[in-house]
């Protein structure tokens, strides 16, 4: 019996066997990091940007805008995100009122072709940030 060069076939196999599971498994912890580092930049600009303009629907339509181009810049989609914002009193725009924005974005599994018809995500991402509509503007 002829098993000569046997051992690296079936080491090749066993390689490829199990390396591909763990590098998928490296690709989605990056793409869920990478979307958790863009949540909470989208969050956190969106109220510096929702603070700075004169009234609430310019500021709700900035924010959205913000945070969008955030989420791009870490290569996310903007349909996979979602911008609330919410104030503690009933006027956003009245000094002192505390504006919350908050960010959601559904990080989709990687290199699944029908991901999105069948709502296969590796993760749900949410950030908040607050800021505090200025006395003097």
Same mark, same amino acid.
């Given at each position: 019996?002829?098993?000569?060069?046997?051992? !690296?076939?079936?080491?090749?196999?066993?390689?490829?066997?199990?390396?591909?599971?763990?590098?998928?498994?490296?690709?989605?912890?990056?793409?869920?990091?990478? +979307?958790?580092?863009?949540? !909470? +930049?989208?969050?956190?600009?969106?109220?510096?940007?929702?603070?700075?303009? /004169?009234?609430?629907?310019? +500021?709700?339509?900035?924010?959205?805008?913000?945070?969008?181009?955030?989420?791009?810049?870490?290569?996310? %989609?903007?349909?996979?995100?979602?911008?609330?914002?919410? &104030?503690?009193?009933?006027? &956003?725009?009245?000094?002192?009122?505390? !504006?919350?924005?908050?960010?959601?974005?559904?990080? %989709?599994? /990687?290199?699944?072709?029908?991901?999105?018809?069948?709502?296969?995500?590796?993760?749900?991402?949410?950030?908040?940030?607050?800021?505090?509509? +200025?006395?003097?503007?």
């Amino acid at each position: 019996m002829e098993d000569r060069g046997s051992a !690296v076939v079936e080491f090749t196999f066993l390689g490829l066997l199990l390396m591909v599971p763990v590098v998928y498994f490296i690709i989605t912890v990056a793409q869920i990091q990478g +979307g958790s580092f863009a949540v !909470v +930049g989208a969050a956190d600009q969106a109220a510096k940007v929702f603070v700075a303009q /004169p009234d609430e629907p310019a +500021g709700r339509a900035a924010a959205e805008q913000a945070a969008v181009l955030a989420i791009a810049d870490y290569g996310h %989609p903007a349909e996979n995100a979602r911008v609330e914002v919410s &104030c503690d009193r009933g006027d &956003c725009m009245a000094a002192g009122s505390a !504006v919350t924005v908050t960010v959601h974005l559904s990080v %989709p599994l /990687p290199f699944v072709p029908f991901s999105e018809a069948f709502h296969l995500n590796a993760s749900q991402l949410n950030a908040s940030a607050t800021q505090v509509v +200025g006395r003097f503007r």
